[in-house]
């Protein structure tokens, strides 16, 4: 499979596959595609992993693009103004994706919905509670909201960032969610009660403009219901 990513704030990444090569997306993430791609809609791995993939904001269902009869192309686009990014995904090299921001892979990887450990600081987190963990063979493409600011975090090394803007991050990272500091910095600070840490080894994805923050920004211009 060769691929490339079109596009700025409103990328596509375009897959040309060979005789019998094969994609797996989300339901209605296929933008474009030659004739001779065939897919198939499953739950790709059983009741067990729809079930999973729903609670970590994907569909159930899965669609699988084959390429027949030579070489086929299919090309996905993002859903949001953002980033696409490309991620090669092995035995060992695994990654966390933030909640919905998985868009298509090559056939051999799988998607599965990862858990903040400590379950009552992610409940009171928010979004850092449910997350995507994508493992074994091939490449997968994530779409992230806004532009991708990327740091690599030595062994102990952390980063504090307010929630929503983790993209992604290296399964070797460690992610905790802290109340912010001070009575009156949680009240009066306008930066919410809640933080995310990173903790390394690892690599790190920042998005700077999730899309929780586009509504709170356009919230006001909206009028009131009835």
């Known amino acids: 499979m ?31 595609m030659s004739p001779n791609m065939k897919m198939d809609t499953s739950t790709n ?6 079930f999973g993939r729903m609670f970590s904001g994907e569909s159930m269902f899965q669609n699988t693009y084959t390429s027949q009869g030579g070489r086929g192309l299919i090309a ?5 103004p953002g980033s696409i990014k490309a991620f090669e995904v092995r035995p060992g090299q695994e990654y966390i994706f933030q909640k919905k921001a998985f868009l298509a892979s090559e056939a051999g990887v799988s998607l599965t919905v990862h858990f903040q450990k400590k379950v009552a600081s992610g409940l009171f987190g928010g979004e850092g509670f449910i997350l995507q963990r994508v493992s074994g063979n091939g490449i997968v493409f994530a779409e992230f909201d806004g532009h991708v600011v990327e740091y690599d975090l030595q062994p102990g090394q952390q980063i504090v960032i307010d929630s929503g803007y983790l993209a992604a991050m290296t399964a070797s990272c460690q992610m905790d969610i802290q109340t912010v500091p001070g009575l009156k910095n949680m009240v009066f600070g306008g930066e919410g009660l809640f933080n995310t840490v990173i903790t390394g080894p690892g690599h790190v994805w920042l998005q700077t403009m999730p899309i929780s923050s586009v509504a709170n920004a356009l919230r006001p211009y909206f009028p009131a219901g009835n």
């Open 2 to 32: 060769r691929y490339q990513i079109q596009g700025d704030t409103l990328p596509v990444v375009i897959c040309e596959l060979e005789d019998g090569e094969q994609m797996v997306t989300e339901r209605g993430s296929m933008s474009w």
């Open 76 to 80: 996905f686009a993002s859903s949001f």
């Open 45 to 50: 791995g059983g009741i067990g992993k729809a």
